[in-house]
């Protein structure tokens, strides 16, 4: 194997994805401000997840061709540029309309930064060390969205919420010049045929089901809506003429082979349901300790920080204990800590405690650390070599599908327990029914959460260790 630089690679793209991960998560606790201060509904708002996803859920698809269109360093570069300008865009915007273009545009960034990162580490890390680069990803796709919503409080209480952008995007420069400097290319570029039939019924099919649940997740006509109907049909349509595409293809845009390698498939299931239990979970409780639990955007950030950075900082050891005793040990005892934080969560109310709640949720996120990076690793692990590209583009592509399912649903979840709350409540108008509705809806959510937990866990027990061959190490011609 050829010998790299792996620090400078692995701290370039550690920077830029920390940064746009921040972002992501740093918004969400601004979204009431943000409601208020553009005049929009709480399902406009959610647009600012949702368009983000689905522009992931869009591209995400085709990082595998990309990653063999393009060199390295060339998606790097574009990735941070499309990065940098979202990140500007945002940091001067005065209207819904111009965030929303920034957010966009970030998410370009993203999708492109995040496949690239996972197949830069196949490549350049032996199987035997893959398990703590990984738990490093991990860190860094956990602990920046930790940090998201303390430092976003803070800068809310005591500046505005564009400082968000103004704080992130001299890291992204460095990000950038270090990358500039660093970063060699790794992958070989092969130049594939591009199908346009596979990239419109890629786009149709998990644009379509992406954007169904989102529009699911906005209340009002909620699931029985026409165009939710619609547009998860018309996806799971498309989606079935871009699956048998791929398998009759000599060269696929996205080779579904991956899916015969059975650790793959439960590793791809237990990472699916932790980003639902994620992504449901970071929605409702900043919602819940501001609007139910009546506390301020920074207090809101600060309960959250605790578990979020013990995640983060636990990533790389769960990796490292990954590469010494394999997956089995760490993902059963993950998800049963999971299933039992989630059931004390679905029964807080208004008068749970601070402490119990920072309790839970440092119980939540161990767990998840426990469970995301190995059952990622060791599925990846499986693949040959020639199948990296499509493995990580599979894995991040399902991620943003689950990741829009989970908000969609729990959003949707909440919104009718509130109302079922409210219209049985002698008098709805009042701050404590309110904050009573919002208990009740997130109740329900944090229910749901733990259902997926219990799928996941009964998963779990078919995982089994890779072993990988040496000679998988090197690509079979």
Partial sequence: MKQYNTKAIMASLLICGFVGMFSETALNIAISNLMEIFQISASTAQWLTTGFLLTLGILMPMTGLLLQWFTTRQLFIGS??????GTLIA???????????ARVMQAIGMGLLIPLMFNTILVVYPAEKRGAAMGFVGLVIMFAPATGPTVAGLLIEYLTWHYIFWLSLPFLVIGLLVGLKYLENVTEVTKPRIDLLSVLFSTIGFGGVVFGFSKAGEGGGGWSGSVVTVSIAIGLAALAVFALRQIFMREPMMNLRVFKYPMFIVGLLMVLSCMMIILSSMIILPMYLQKGMKLSAFAAGLILLPGSALN????????????????KWLVIPGLIIVAATLWFYSGITPASSVAFIVALHIGLMIGISMVWMPAQTNGLNQLPPELYPHGTAVMNTLQQVAGAIGTAVAISILTNGMEKYLSESPSPNEQTELANAMTFGSQHVFSFAMTVTVIGLATAFFIRRVIVHRAAVNPMH
């Fill in 80 to 85: 941070l540029a499309s990065s940098i300008a």
């Fill in 91 to 101: 940091a001067l915007a005065f209207n819904f309309e111009m965030l929303m273009v």
């Fill in 312 to 327: 983060g900082i636990l990533s790389p050891k769960m990796g490292r204990l990954f590469d010494k005793y394999g997956p």
